[in-house]
């Protein structure tokens, strides 16, 4: 069985692991037949995320894309090259718009801003792939932050079936594009434990 797992933040990350298109593409060449991609994802770089997305939308195969616990931001349009997505009962789903860090002068800021519009824009286009919502519905839900259940995923064409599987999504949400992030008491998974021992000792060792 072909897998693929995306279980860290997209592209290169200074919040921890992070798992980029290369990474990607390296793991899909000489795959034949079906694939199933597994995401446990807070996001991260959205071109990054379209490439994966891109890559995943021209592999020969059927793709079914698991939603573990979470796919937020860049993690979502990922999701959305899935012929199947499949969401765990306690998994989440997150659009937002598109975030980032810029500096220089008024002009630079002018072009930042219009860069941003065109990659909201390229996303909503990734939505509209899958979902039956029209393009305003979209850009007023990514304004919003919204969050998903996976019933509320299915019912908004951002998935298509939700299963029995229970999953530990992350219990500390702090990356700086997340306005909106819930509060989830459960264990993280093992690999997000470790980012943040590693954050711990850095401190410690300040």
Same mark, same amino acid.
């Given at each position: 069985m072909n897998v693929i797992d995306i279980y860290s933040d997209i592209g290169e990350s200074f919040w921890g692991d992070s798992v980029s298109?290369? $990474? &990607?593409? +390296?793991?899909?060449? +000489?795959?034949? +037949?079906d694939l199933t991609v597994r995401i446990n994802s807070a996001g991260g770089s959205v071109f990054d995320g379209f490439a994966i997305y891109n890559l995943l939308n021209?592999?020969?195969?059927?793709?079914t894309v698991k939603i573990d616990a979470l796919a937020a931001s860049a993690a979502?349009? &990922?999701?959305?090259?899935? $012929?199947? &997505?499949?969401?765990?009962?306690?998994a989440l789903m997150m659009i937002h718009d598109p975030w980032t860090i810029a500096v220089g002068d008024s002009k630079d800021m002018a072009? %930042?801003?219009e860069l941003l519009d065109k990659i909201r824009d390229s996303i909503v286009t990734t939505y509209k792939s899958k979902s039956?919502?029209?393009k305003s519905q979209i850009e007023n839900m990514m304004s919003d932050e919204t969050w998903f259940s996976a019933e509320e995923a299915i019912? *908004? +064409?951002?998935? %298509?079936?939700?299963?029995?599987?229970?999953?530990?999504?992350?219990? /500390?949400l702090d990356k700086p594009w997340m306005n /909106?992030?819930?509060? &989830?008491?459960?264990? %993280?998974?093992?690999?997000?434990? *470790?980012i943040q021992k590693r954050k711990l000792k850095l401190l410690a060792d300040a």
């Open positions: 298109a290369n $990474d &990607i593409k +390296g793991q899909l060449e +000489g795959m034949t +037949g021209e592999y020969e195969g059927e793709v979502s349009v &990922i999701a959305m090259a899935g $012929d199947n &997505i499949h969401m765990a009962d306690n072009k %930042t801003a039956n919502l029209d019912a *908004n +064409g951002f998935a %298509t079936a939700k299963t029995d599987e229970k999953a530990q999504p992350m219990n /500390k /909106k992030a819930p509060e &989830i008491e459960q264990e %993280t998974d093992k690999a997000f434990l *470790n």
